[in-house]
């Protein structure tokens, strides 16, 4: 059953980071890459004055990408916070003397509850990273 649970989150996760990527990585890539290939057009820059055009190219995209880790950091913080409260009341029960069914049972319904509540999440945190993503981009 849990396994079922991180695959239902492992997929809708992936379909926000494939949709963030098309959307709008893969722009700022493609910015990035002109960019730093019109550093390299000057041919009266020094070799360190490309190289720093060039680390200037490459900021927004390493905010973007800091930007996506960090919330998806967070976001699996926080389910695992969530799901390690079911383990706690299932060790509980057991140590209370309930049966390993029901206990196994409301472990069931306690890890279903995280992740329908962090599915749920899902939409509003797509939707902060790409405004946020879009700002870096300006």
Do not use: W, Y
């Amino acid at each position: 059953m849990a396994e079922l649970q991180q695959l239902r989150v492992q997929e809708a996760v992936d379909s926000m980071v494939k949709s963030l990527e098309r959307e709008n990585i893969r722009k700022m890539q493609g910015l990035m890459f002109r960019c730093s290939a019109s550093c390299c057009e000057d041919s009266q820059a020094s070799m360190k004055q490309v190289h720093q055009c060039i680390e200037r190219c490459h900021v927004p995209l390493a905010q973007a990408q800091a930007l996506v880790t960090s919330e998806l950091e967070k976001f699996q913080d926080r389910l695992a916070r969530c799901t390690m409260h079911c383990n706690d009341k299932a060790k509980d029960s057991i140590d209370a003397g309930s049966k390993e069914l029901q206990v196994k049972q409301q472990l069931d319904s306690c890890v279903t509850k995280c992740v329908d509540d962090h599915m749920h999440l899902i939409p509003t945190m797509t939707k902060k990273m790409k405004e946020a993503l879009l700002s870096i981009g300006k």
